[in-house]
């Protein structure tokens, strides 16, 4: 097989993939393997002749434009796990297209699910003012999603394949909307996106990475609801997000 046809199988089958999970995944540099025509392969099976077909690349690619009002219609009408029989309304996510800051929480509660929109109970009145207070607004340059769209019954913390479900809707917001930094409010948030079973605790305090984009831990403000004196590192972790922001994002402007 030469490596042209090695490549544009390559290319197919990843489309292919991207059909599959919902959306159409972005190519990193390098990401391309580097293909080489097989050795000591017959001519006339390495060369195709007239009889022979090669295969052509798409022009075009097979999945809908990756856009967020996309990927909220998938969310939409999504049926992947056992949320999708217990849900009043997906709850795909609520905030600016080109944001600073991409916030990911848990899941939706009863207000969530009822009003289908992401952190609008008493969590949602304190996480809002808590990103007022370093600049950030879901109205101005701010989105906020959650590791899974439908409400857990009776709020409990998604299962694993609940969690899996819905991952790559929040890898497509994701790679849509492009932020500058992720904000993972919870462990629940952590765990699932940086693939890690270490929680809040251990991790808040410090920067990691999720495909080049800075994320930064803090607790879920319904947490901070339960236990006021937490509030307290949770200031130092949106000032150090603050910071960092001043360092990559030249439009920010804090308070």
Same mark, same amino acid.
């Given at each position: ?5 090695? &490549? ?24 391309? $393997?580097?293909?080489? #025509? /097989? ?29 967020? /009002? ?11 796990? %056992? ?8 709850? $795909? =996510? ?17 207000? @969530? /699910? ?13 996480? #809002? ?6 600049? +950030?607004? !879901? ?45 993972? %409010? ?7 996106? +940086?693939?890690?079973?270490? =929680?809040?605790?251990?991790? !808040?305090?410090?920067?990691? &990475? ?21 509030? !307290?590192?949770?200031?130092? /972790? ?5 910071? !960092? ?5 030249? @439009?920010?402007?804090?308070?």
């Amino acid at each position: 097989m030469t490596a042209t046809e090695k &490549e544009t199988i390559y290319t197919l089958l990843k489309t292919a993939a991207s059909g599959i999970c919902g959306y159409t995944a972005p190519t990193f540099a390098g990401e391309m $393997p580097v293909f080489a #025509d /097989d050795k000591d392969v017959p001519s006339a099976v390495a060369e195709p002749n007239a009889t022979q077909k090669t295969i052509a690349a798409p022009s075009a690619p097979l999945t809908p434009p990756n856009t967020i /009002d996309a990927v909220a219609q998938k969310i939409a009408s999504c049926t992947r796990c %056992a949320l999708a029989k217990t849900r009043t309304n997906v709850v $795909p =996510g609520e905030g600016v297209l080109h944001p600073l800051v991409v916030v990911v929480g848990e899941g939706p509660g009863y207000q @969530e /699910d009822m009003s289908g929109r992401p952190f609008v109970g008493p969590a949602g009145e304190l996480l #809002d003012k808590m990103l007022a207070s370093i600049g +950030l607004s !879901r109205k101005t340059n701010t989105f906020i999603a959650n590791i899974v769209k439908c409400r857990p019954p009776n709020n409990r913390v998604p299962y694993p394949d609940e969690a899996a479900a819905c991952e790559s809707f929040l890898q497509a917001q994701i790679f849509s909307l492009k932020p500058k930094m992720i904000l993972c %409010a919870g462990s629940t948030a952590a765990k699932n996106l +940086l693939k890690t079973t270490d =929680g809040v605790t251990r991790l !808040r305090g410090n920067f990691y &990475e999720w495909n080049g984009i800075p994320v930064a831990v803090t607790f879920h403000p319904s947490a901070l609801l339960r236990d006021t004196s937490q509030k !307290r590192l949770a200031w130092e /972790d949106l000032k150090m997000m603050r910071a !960092r922001l001043q360092e990559i994002a030249p @439009e920010y402007k804090p308070n």
